[in-house]
């Protein structure tokens, strides 16, 4: 026979006792609060994504890139042309207008002027190791003030070192409706007693440094001269003469 002080406890107590419980209700909350239990915050891993690749870093990469390579050139360039310098020392040819003989100056009967001068041009090469090739292409014009009274071309031929060459040239021209202008020719001699005309040379060239030849270049050659008279078959003095000289790439 079992004592009096021996209990036995049903399984239900025992599991009651052993197994933690978990309240519905959150502490310090009480059931009749009225409100929903709260739903706890999940927290949920943060990625970091990877920053978009810069388009300013490849734009500078490419500028700096362009610079250094004009830079480069640039400099080899510049030391090209020094040592080319030093080496040929080259100097800008010289011109002068030295005759000028007017072989025909008439005015016909329905205001056409005639005109045909005879040019003497000198062509000095300075340079010791520079050649000079006249190619085609050429003009050379004689013109009072702006308008043109004749014109004409030089002969191809090469210019050697430290040559002076003296070139004969015909100009011809015809001027339609030209009363006024004869007119105001012949009162500028009378008041001034000399007239001022301009010579204009334009010329293709190609320069021969040693056994080089290099691209072509043009030679504008500009030459204010002062005659005394428009006598036809008459050499006419020349009392001023100056010319400009401007090269062209």
């Known amino acids: 026979m079992m004592t009096d002080h021996q209990r036995i406890h049903p399984a239900n107590d025992l599991e009651s006792q052993t197994k933690p419980t978990?309240?519905?209700y959150p502490r310090n909350t009480s059931k009749s609060d009225g409100r929903d239990p709260p739903i706890p915050k999940r927290h949920f891993p943060v990625r970091h994504s990877q920053p978009p690749k810069k388009k300013r870093s490849c734009c500078c990469r490419f500028l700096c890139c362009t610079f250094t390579i004009l830079l480069v050139l640039i400099i080899a360039i510049s030391i090209t042309i020094g040592t080319l310098y030093l080496v040929f020392r080259p100097k800008l040819p010289k011109y002068s207008v030295d005759r000028l003989r007017i072989a025909q100056f008439n005015l016909s009967d329905n205001n056409n002027l005639f005109v045909t001068f005879d040019v003497t041009v000198t062509a000095r090469n300075p340079n010791k190791k520079i050649g000079i090739y006249y190619v085609s292409g050429s003009n050379i014009s004689a013109l009072y003030k702006e308008t043109e009274l004749c014109e004409g071309s030089l002969p191809n031929f090469y210019q050697g070192h430290r040559n002076i060459t003296v070139l004969n040239l015909p100009l011809t021209g015809q001027t339609q409706d030209a009363t006024?202008?004869?007119?105001?020719?012949?009162?500028q001699l009378q008041e001034k007693g000399n007239l001022p005309l301009?010579?204009?040379?334009?010329?293709?060239?190609?320069v021969k440094i040693g056994k080089?030849?290099?691209?072509?270049v043009k030679f504008h050659v500009r030459c204010e001269v002062v005659v005394d008279s428009l006598g036809a078959d008459n050499d006419i003095s020349i009392s001023d003469s100056s010319c400009k000289f401007k090269l062209r790439l």
């Open 22 to 24: 978990i309240p519905l």
């Open 180 to 187: 006024g202008l004869v007119n105001t020719l012949q009162q």
């Open 212 to 216: 080089l030849k290099l691209f072509r």
């Open 198 to 206: 301009n010579i204009k040379v334009n010329q293709n060239v190609r």
